[in-house]
């Protein structure tokens, strides 16, 4: 099996932002009042999902996606299942806290800080997430859904022994749930890496905790 990162990952913080979000994005997000009445709806959807109700501000990251009209229709439509999806909430931001974690990703580990703590991560469990699957204090569950993610990202697989884990627990459709939702936040974190998303106001990136 390949490398696979299970255990504490650290890296300079500061350095990393800097060259993923501090050079300013490499592409202008759309003017909120540019975006079309579909696209605006999709928006509101998603964020609704996550437990936002205000609206009247929507963040660049939406702004810069709006203009592949396609890509980002199916990327707002996939998150809002997701959100919605057999994975309690709480399980889905573990996973995606140590997708963000593992790809370094300044705007999805501090977005997903914040919603993490909404559906019942504490701060310690948020620290723990930075230790990775090895760390002590996790349940047996829920230290396979990191392992999972550190699987998958390093081997592009899950083992049998994790399978196994994660089976006793979970159904069939969970099963098939988590490979596509970890999938989704590794593309998630690329684009965002990649066009170089300013960090929000509230959003301290991958110091957040």
């Known amino acids: 099996m390949a490398t696979v990162e299970t255990g504490a990952i650290t890296y300079d913080i500061a350095a990393r932002q800097a060259r993923v979000v ?9 003017k909120q009042a540019e975006m079309d009445v579909e696209a605006l709806a999709l928006c509101i959807a ?16 939406m702004l810069t996606m709006v203009k592949h009209p396609e890509i980002f229709r199916c990327q707002m439509e ?13 399980e889905r931001e573990l996973a995606v806290l140590r997708v963000g974690w593992l ?25 723990r997430v930075t230790q990775g699957s090895a760390a002590h204090g996790w349940s047996t569950h829920d230290a396979a859904i990191l392992r999972g993610v550190e699987e ?28 596509m939702m970890v999938g989704q936040y ?3 974190a690329f684009v965002q890496n990649t066009l170089r998303i300013r960090l929000e106001n509230n959003n301290p990136g991958l110091a957040a905790r």
């Open 46 to 61: 998603i964020r609704e999902s996550v437990g936002v109700r205000e609206h009247s501000v929507i963040p660049e990251y």
């Open 103 to 127: 790809t370094r990703a300044p705007y999805e580990w501090g977005q997903h800080v914040q919603i993490a703590k909404r559906y019942g991560l504490s701060d310690a469990e948020v620290e």
């Open 22 to 30: 501090a050079d300013g994005p490499r592409i202008a997000p759309l």
């Open 78 to 90: 996939m998150g809002t299942v997701l959100f919605q999806g057999r994975i309690p909430a709480r």
């Open 152 to 179: 998958l990202i390093g081997d592009h697989a899950l083992s049998n022994e994790t399978w196994s884990t994660l089976a006793a627990t979970w159904d069939e459709a969970q099963l098939i749930e988590f490979p």
């Open 186 to 188: 590794v593309a998630t």
